[in-house]
Every structure is written in C-alpha cells, then in structure tokens.
C-alpha cells in the first residue's frame, strides 16, 4: 500500500480559496487512481472529486462543480485539491486516498486535514 500525507488546510473566510496536496510514498504512484474525500462533524463521509492515474479523467460531486479542481503530478507523485468560492458547507476534514488500477476499493488513506470555513 501507497502511503499518503495530507496538508493545505485551514481556516479561511467563505468565498476564498486553499489548495490541498497529498504526497504519496512507498508504491509506484501512476498506478493509483486518487480521490479526495471530506467528513463533516455528524455526517458521513463523501466522495469529493477523484482522478484517474493519468488525469485525463476526474469526477466531482455536484456541490464542488465549478468551484473545486483536482489534479495530480505523477512526476512528483502528489496529488491537489485546489478549492475557490469556499462556503460554509465545505467545512470539514478532508481525506485523499488511493485505489489501485484493477480495483474499486480506496484502501490507502492519509491521516486527513481540517478545512473550516467562517461565514
């Protein structure tokens, strides 16, 4: 398994911008698809946006479209999360994690870092 160091997040006033990186060791990065995941106190966990190993393909949940880009480095095995027009619903921790070509389980996770917005 990838190992996966999370940082970027913070506290920030709504409308404005963080970018979040995840730094992957251990493991051959170009072969994981990468997800960035969030938790909000009392809620469960959600799929934010995922990338595939080579970029060219990504998803976002409805309520980031627009707003928030995912992207990855494979030459510097990372992947970012680059979030703008930040609203109170973003609070949350943030997670990305690591799901190896073939498979359809994330099974590498970081240790997640807190986004808090104020309104």
């Known amino acids: 398994q990838v190992q996966l160091v999370e940082s970027g997040g913070g506290l920030v006033q709504a409308g404005g911008s963080l970018r979040l990186s995840c730094a992957a060791s251990?493991?051959?990065?170009?072969?994981?698809?990468m997800g960035w995941f969030r938790q909000a106190p009392g809620k469960e966990r959600e799929t934010v946006a995922t990338?595939?190993?080579?970029?060219?393909?990504?998803y976002y949940t409805d309520s980031v479209k627009g707003r928030f880009t995912i992207s990855r480095d494979n030459a510097k095995n990372t992947v970012y999360l680059q979030m703008n027009v930040l609203k109170s619903e973003d609070t949350a921790v943030y997670y990305c994690?690591?799901?190896?070509?073939?498979?359809?389980?994330?099974?590498?996770w970081g240790q997640g870092t807190q986004v808090t917005v104020s309104s």
């Open positions: 994690a690591a799901r190896s070509l073939g498979t359809t389980t994330y099974d590498s």
């Open positions: 251990g493991g051959i990065f170009r072969r994981y698809s």
């Open positions: 990338i595939s190993w080579s970029g060219g393909s990504t």
